[in-house]
């Protein structure tokens, strides 16, 4: 009896008390199973040994493309884990391949912490990418169909680099989250476009931009993807646009014109710093352009609680948020920020029905303008204009002002919370439902800000100067899963 049930337990197990690691470097000549025994690269990207539990480690500097043979089983204890916080990646194009794997983890070990109020996080560094020459990719999944795929804690260091080269090549993967990761003058954070790219989040991050003057170099560039959520990002798009060539925007969707296509639904991109700072080009730039959206059954798109940034670096000729389509549109909460530019500030395009509520648009000098709402008004109230020319009662709407100064702790300096005696306090509609009830702290940093509760009192824009309680952005968000 002793006997049977001790068989049982090893059945019992959980899958991780079976787990195995293993170890990689360039050119390892070992058994894979210790540090001191490493597997090359190339021996490992035809291992059929790793699976779900399992860890695989990478040291040193990599010049081969890392491709796994293997996926994980599940999630939870059965993700393949792929540690590659002690490995610099260089040379190969593309530097990872998933390659049609699922369940697998690629973890370079950075991560975000709160920095200084009116500056960036801290950034504790993971894996980095070396230099990449025009054309490359750092993630790839060869057009091969992945799901259930998280990238999280890389680093690029680029400095001044006009290559036309992307950190992730998307096609085609669903259930993807890209997390904490750390990228500097690229041209493109992620592309595709496919209906095989779904429940897809973009989650603390940090991109700042290169200015390559050939190519279209938008920062998040999807068609027909469904099921997306951007989150707690800093954007900054410094790529100089052109009428004939490019049209380079921060965060961009469209319906592709496959033969397999679909609107773009579902859409929440909340608690982001979003920047444009472009000098010079033609004025085909923008923060926002979402084309071609839809409901499908649930909502067409979900903005709210973001920093839309224009600095005084822009030419006065580029545009800010262009959002069209059919389908529904929440708006809430936004302080948008235009010094010189953008021109076009927040455009919503009929033929969807906008609700507008507790939004914030300022510029340190007069004259300004921007604001086109054609979209049906479902609801349009509580919003502050400041040194633009006046947007009309209708936009601004009930409980609403005009010209009226919003009093932020220090706008030169980039921090747009309030001061106590501002009109935004208290300023908001608190009836819009608890999925907005959160605001960004006082003294909070991008990317990953810190989020409070709005209490019973909501300030209009995306702070909240007296939240009962604070916590990490991550606690507030929803994830999206297929069943």
Not at 110 to 115: M, N, P, V
Not at 231 to 255: C, P
Not at 359 to 379: F, K, Q, R, Y
Not at 443 to 469: C, I, K, M
Request: proline letters at 4%; charged letters at 10%; one cysteine or more.
């Amino acid at each position: 009896m002793r006997k049977l049930l001790s068989i049982l337990s090893v059945f019992l197990l959980p899958l991780s008390a079976f787990a195995t690691n293993y170890y990689v470097t360039q050119s390892g000549t070992g058994t894979g199973t210790s540090s001191s025994s490493p597997w090359s690269v190339a021996t490992y990207n035809a291992s059929t040994k790793p699976t779900g539990g399992d860890t695989v480690y990478f040291s040193g500097t990599i010049t081969s493309t890392i491709a796994p043979n293997t996926g994980g089983t599940g999630n939870g204890a059965g993700r393949l884990i792929l540690d590659l916080s002690s490995a610099t990646l260089t040379t190969a194009n593309p530097r990872i391949n998933c390659n049609g794997k699922n369940y697998v983890t690629f973890d370079g070990g950075g991560s975000w912490s709160q920095g200084q109020s009116g500056g960036d996080s801290v950034y504790a560094a993971g894996c980095t990418f070396g230099p990449l020459s025009s054309g490359q990719n750092c993630f790839t999944f060869n057009n091969s169909q992945s799901h259930d795929v998280t990238i999280q804690g890389f680093q690029s260091t680029l400095s001044a680099s006009n290559a036309y080269c992307a950190f992730i090549f998307g096609k085609d993967c669903y259930n993807l989250l890209v997390t904490n990761n750390n990228i500097n003058n690229m041209s493109n954070m992620y592309y595709t476009d496919s209906l095989n790219n779904h429940d897809i989040t973009f989650r603390d991050n940090y991109f700042n931009s290169s200015n390559e003057l050939v190519h279209q170099n938008d920062i998040i560039s999807v068609g027909d993807v469904y099921n997306m959520t951007i989150e707690g990002n800093k954007f900054i798009q410094h790529a100089v646009g052109n009428t004939v060539t490019r049209h380079n925007d921060i965060i961009q969707n469209y319906r592709s014109g496959s033969s397999s296509n679909g609107s773009p639904y579902n859409w929440t991109i909340r608690y982001n710093w979003l920047e444009l700072d472009v000098v010079g080009g033609t004025g085909d730039t923008s923060q926002l352009m979402l084309e071609a959206m839809a409901n499908n059954g649930g909502f067409a798109l979900k903005l709210y609680g973001n920093v839309f940034h224009g600095t005084a670096a822009d030419t006065g000729s580029n545009n800010g948020a262009n959002v069209g389509g059919s389908g529904t549109y929440y708006c809430y909460n936004n302080t948008i920020i235009r010094e010189n530019g953008p021109n076009n500030v927040m455009t919503f395009s009929s033929p969807g029905t906008l609700y507008a509520k507790n939004n914030v648009g300022w510029s340190p000098s007069s004259g300004w303008d921007g604001i086109n709402w054609t979209m049906t008004n479902g609801g349009w109230s509580h919003n502050f204009f400041y040194n633009w020319e006046t947007p009309g009662a209708i936009l601004s709407g009930l409980l609403g002002l005009l010209n009226a100064d919003p009093l932020f702790v220090d706008p030169t300096r980039g921090n747009y919370s309030t001061k106590s005696s501002s009109p935004l306090r208290g300023a908001g509609d608190n009836t819009i439902g608890s999925e907005y009830a959160q605001g960004v702290a006082v003294g909070a940093t991008w990317p990953n800000p810190t989020l409070v509760s709005r209490g019973s009192s909501w300030d209009a824009g995306a702070f909240q100067s007296s939240g009962s309680s604070s916590q990490a952005p991550s606690n507030a968000k929803i994830s999206v899963t297929v069943p």
